[in-house]
């Protein structure tokens, strides 16, 4: 079972279709918002709600309420952007199921987190441009750590997501690809 947990945008009709017909799991669909979409008309407003509420906490007590519900049934969980944030506030903490794997797509907001240490295997995936700050220099930060980072070339912030300006329906190919081959 996958657990995934979206972006701003929430979990979308397009996202859904595409990640359910290349995995082979039952998914699990967690949103930031109490709603399946943003509930809001564009995304720097939901952007600054979002951090106007604590979001990443409450979003990785979300996340932790329901591998806790699941429990050992999960073996992968995906974050994207917030999601990704808040997936790995989650992973720092206790109890995380010590063969959880937790996959970590633009989670920029990481680098604001870096003094927490994951608690189970955390594989980082870093668009090389972002806006905000130099994946570059992120990776080598977190690899210095211990934690896996890839820096995916000519990728923008949101290439997994079918809503977003930099989407790629091949990186979103190769990336569930690869995690569908390490449950088999």
């Keep these: ?15 859904r279709q595409q990640c359910e017909s290349m995995t082979h799991q039952p ?49 992968d969980l995906l974050g994207f952007s917030v999601g990704a944030t808040a997936a790995w506030l989650y992973a720092s903490d206790e ?10 797509f633009y989670g920029s907001r990481i680098r604001d987190y ?16 972002e806006p905000s700050f130099n994946p570059m220099e992120l990776s080598a930060q977190l690899r210095a750590c211990g934690i896996s980072a890839e ?6 912030h949101g290439f997994m997501n079918p809503n977003s300006a930099a989407y790629s329906e091949q990186l979103l190919h190769v990336y569930l690809r690869t995690i569908a081959q390490t449950n088999s």
């Design 95 to 104: 109890p995380v199921p010590q063969d959880l794997r937790v996959w970590l």
């Design 1 to 15: 079972m996958i657990v995934m947990a979206t972006d701003l945008h929430g979990v979308s009709d397009e996202l």
């Design 151 to 156: 820096l995916v070339s000519g990728a923008a």
């Design 27 to 75: 998914i699990i669909w967690l949103s930031p918002w109490d709603t399946a979409l943003n509930p809001y008309a564009d995304e720097k407003t939901a952007h600054a709600v979002f951090l106007e509420q604590d979001g990443f906490t409450a979003y990785a007590d979300k996340i932790r309420a329901t591998m806790v519900q699941q429990g050992e049934k999960v073996t």
């Design 114 to 129: 870096l003094d927490r240490q994951p608690r189970c295997r955390v594989q980082t995936i870093w668009a090389e441009h």
